[in-house]
């Protein structure tokens, strides 16, 4: 019998992750299997506790399962900075979060350091909340700025608590005015089939010579990433991240170094790249 790990989320119509981590079993020769469980948010704790009797070793939590999944587990430090769980080791019943990992790493990956420089995070969520963390870790300077701004304000707030220095306040959309050196989208909008929405406000002006990270993955080139180039900036878009946290809950689980190119291999074979519509949302396509 393989051992089994898996990812829940709802409804999880579309999920990467078990064709990059059962690439990377394959690859090195483990007797592992990866799959993907739809569970419902009435039933979380059970979509936790069945797969750990019936011999699960971990699982990985995708929306809009991550907030509550810290009331079955231990939590990290990390996972308790970020307020969030998106990995799980079920023999240990102890939940950390990978996005934050999975985020910073791909900054480096594309050379980008965001020490000293002023960033601005759009959304307010688990993702957005896991960016805040890594990008004050690094020095950064943070806004953060959400369609709703109680809900912003509420998350800087939540994060202030923390056991972390924090250099992030809450701001309107519309008060985005201003320089800046990033721009970071932690938001839905822009993913297919909206690919002509962007997150940036209409009436604010779009800074010039920013790096602009968007989260999403498909399309591989998002309207606000073009905002970006047609200002004279950078773009990257969120594809890095979603294997990165992937290879960072591949090592929790298995104590063994991930196979990163062949994750990225699986995860753009599966979304027909490299073609200029493949990719997705993280936290949208459930991994």
């Not at 990812?7 to 579309?14: K, Q």
């Not at 009436?203 to 073009?226: C, E, H, N, S, W």
């Amino acid at each position: 019998m393989p051992t089994k790990v898996g990812i829940i989320g709802w409804p999880l119509t579309t999920t990467l992750s078990p064709a990059m981590h059962n690439a990377a079993f394959d690859a090195l020769g483990m007797d592992w299997y990866y799959d993907a469980m739809a569970i419902p948010p009435d039933i979380v704790r059970e979509g936790i506790l069945e797969p750990q009797r019936h011999g699960y070793v971990g699982l990985n939590v995708t929306i809009p399962h991550k907030e509550e999944a810290m009331k079955y587990v231990t939590p990290d430090d990390v996972a308790r900075a970020v307020g969030a769980v998106n990995t799980i080791d079920l023999l240990e019943m102890i939940g950390t979060n990978t996005d934050l990992a999975g985020f910073m790493a791909d900054l480096a990956a594309h050379g980008v350091d965001v020490s000293g420089k002023r960033v601005i995070v759009l959304g307010a969520g688990g993702a957005a909340r896991a960016a805040v963390v890594g990008l004050c870790g690094a020095g950064a300077d943070v806004r953060v700025a959400s369609r709703s701004l109680d809900k912003a304000r509420t998350m800087v707030a939540n994060l202030a608590l923390s056991n972390i220095r924090l250099t992030a306040r809450a701001v309107a959309l519309t008060e985005l005015a201003g320089p800046a050196d990033m721009i970071v989208n932690c938001t839905p909008v822009g993913m297919l089939p909206e690919v002509g929405a962007t997150p940036w406000p209409d009436t604010v002006p779009f800074p010039d010579g920013v790096v602009v990270y968007d989260m999403i993955y498909k399309p591989a080139r998002t309207r606000l990433m073009q905002q970006a180039e047609m200002h004279d900036g950078r773009a990257v878009g969120g594809l890095g991240m979603l294997v990165y946290q992937g290879a960072a809950a591949f090592e929790r689980w298995t104590g063994v170094a991930a196979p990163v190119d062949v994750m990225f291999d699986a995860v753009r074979a599966q979304l027909g790249l490299n073609d200029a519509n493949g990719a997705a949302n993280d936290e949208d396509t459930r991994r």
